[in-house]
Every structure is written in structure tokens, then in C-alpha cells.
């Protein structure tokens, strides 16, 4: 400690110093000088050190101690001095936990913005864009929560799991023009057979059951069965359908 009087925010010794109260269990204690060093650092013109002080304030709080009124004030602070995706992440975190779903997509959109939407980084981003598509949901923002989700899948259609998400928000409101778009638009980046068949007989039920255009489900069907041609489900649907067509040669050579 005599060191960190010297040098506030002295990493090395806040991390051996971190380390022995730790050990022996003196959070409350740890927590306490981590505040003040972060509070003498900030005072010193040291934004960026402050800021890793009071994360690491909030971090501490969260977990050790329980508190999370201190952590949120420590994040906070934290967040104001330097941007940062796990300060963000645990300030979204707590805020969705108390169902302040409002406050937690503030915090969401700002770790979106700083999330690379490539090479490892594109697991995060989808997982982001996620959790801020059902914070705006939860907040009764569901247009927010359509167009956040439209906007990742138009740079990342292989986002299968996004797709998924905004499928469920189109069926919700009965958006079958949307809807069958999109399930089709998924087939190309479907991971296997049996889940493009799934979405190619999803969209050709909707193409005909909800928006009463057979012409284009048939074609969905027969890609369905070109991809699986021993899926007898899959022809019986098509034999319907061309029934339905009047192209009743064409259906008996399914059956």
C-alpha cells in the first residue's frame, strides 16, 4: 500500500495487493481501496487507469460482496472515463436481471457498436444483436426488435439463429408476407438437408395455407423433395399440391 501512495493505480500493485486481501477473504476492504485508488487516479488526469479501477470496483461488488447498487455506480463510472464491452456487458446484464429492460438495451446498443461483425468475433456479435432484439421485445419495442434483427441478417444471412428469432416475431404478428421470405431466404445457409427441407416445407405451407399462393409453394416443395427424395412426407405434400394445380399427371408419378 505504501507503494500505492506513491503511485495510485500502480498496477502491479493493485494486483499483489488484490491478491493477498482476496486470499484472506477482505473484499469489503479490497473493494474500499480499488474506490480510492480509482477516485485518485481520475483526480490525477488518468482516465483510462480510473476506468479499469472502477471496473474492477464493479466486478467486485457484483460478485464478492452482493452489492449490486455499488457495482452499477462502479460500472457507470467505469463506462463514463472509457468505453468497455465487458463494463457494458455486465451493466446490460444486471439491468435485464431486474427487468429494467429499457436501460439494458441502452448499454446493449453500445456494446453492438463496438462488436466486429468477423472471424471471432462474429459469434459475439450474433449473441449481442440477440439479446438486444429480446430486450427491445421485452421493453415493447418490437419494431426496434424486427429492424435490429433484419439489419444483422442483411450482412449476416448465416445468422440461423437470428432468422429463427425474427420468424417467430413475423408469426407473432401474423406477418405471412414477410414470413415466407424469409424461411425460404434461410435455405441456403441451413447447416443440413433435413433443416433446409424444414424451412423450404415451412415456407411453402405458409405460401399456401396463409397467403393462398399455391404457384409458389409448389416450387419450394419440389426443391424439398429434390433435397430429400425418400422423404415420403415430403412427396405427399407435393403430390397435394400439384393436385390442388390440376397437374394431376405430374402428382401420380409421386405416389
Known sequence: RDNLADRPGHAASVDALSEVLQASGRHAELHAELVRQAERTEQLGEPAT???????????????????????????????????????????????????????????????????????????????????????????????????????????????????????????????VLLAPLLAEGVEYAPSANEKVALLRQAAQVQRRRLGALGAAIPLLEHAADLAPEDRSVRLSLADALRAANRFAEARELL
Open 50 to 176: 480510473a476506468a479499469v479501477l472502477w471496473a474492477r470496483a464493479g466486478a467486485l461488488a457484483e460478485h464478492q460482496l452482493g452489492d449490486v447498487e455499488r457495482a452499477l455506480d462502479a460500472y457507470r463510472k467505469s463506462a463514463t472515463l472509457e468505453p468497455s464491452v465487458t463494463v457494458f456487458d455486465a451493466l446490460a446484464s444486471i439491468h435485464t436481471a431486474r427487468n429494467e429492460h429499457g436501460t439494458a438495451t441502452g448499454w446493449l446498443e453500445k456494446r453492438l457498436e463496438r462488436t466486429g461483425r468477423e472471424g471471432a468475433e462474429i459469434e459475439t456479435y450474433r449473441s449481442t444483436v440477440r439479446r438486444l432484439a429480446e430486450g427491445y421485445r421485452a421493453a415493447g419495442r418490437e419494431g426496434d426488435a424486427r429492424a435490429c434483427l433484419v439489419q444483422a441478417l442483411a450482412t449476416d444471412p448465416a445468422a440461423t439463429e437470428l432468422r429463427t428469432f425474427l420468424a417467430e416475431l413475423y408469426r407473432g404478428g401474423a406477418d405471412w
